[in-house]
């Protein structure tokens, strides 16, 4: 039996500043513990449980074959991080340990109605049961395009909160 990948990295980071804003794409991001990400929405009052969203770049590459589009911008789902390599499912109800930065996952980040717009006649159906993961922020710090991204559990002692 073929185990799932533990292990990828950071590809696409952004932010939402603002509802329907148009999300500020990054080459790295500061993590606020207990916040989220500086200068994304969620920082302003912070959610208990989603602060930090994510998405696997494997999901929206099939997500855009039953579209039949060429790519899917990862701006247009509106997640903060774009992961590759890295079984993002296996990760529910687990940590992430992101660089240096831990987090919690706290759910599935469900699609919205928005998708329809986002993506056309289909987009909503296209992540249904696959938009991804949200997650919290236990310890802080900078996060990077290319930082390795691995499942965590048990959490390390040395980086518990």
Known sequence: MER????????WIGV????????RVLERVEALANRGL?????????SRVRQIT????????DAARRLGLAAIDPSQVRRNLVTRGVDLE???HRHLLVG???????????PCARMEEALGEGGWEALRDRGGLT????????????????IMDPVPVEAAP
């Open 4 to 11: 799932e990948p533990l292990s990828g990295e950071v590809i």
């Open 16 to 23: 939402r500043p603002a509802r329907r804003a148009p999300v």
């Open 38 to 46: 500086d200068g994304d929405r969620a920082t302003v009052r912070p």
């Open 54 to 61: 994510l998405i696997a770049l494997e999901t929206l590459d």
């Open 90 to 92: 296996a990760a529910r």
């Open 100 to 110: 240096g930065v831990l987090l919690r996952v706290t759910g599935p980040c469900d």
């Open 135 to 150: 997650a919290v922020v236990l310890t802080g710090g900078l996060i990077r395009l290319g930082d390795a991204v691995r």
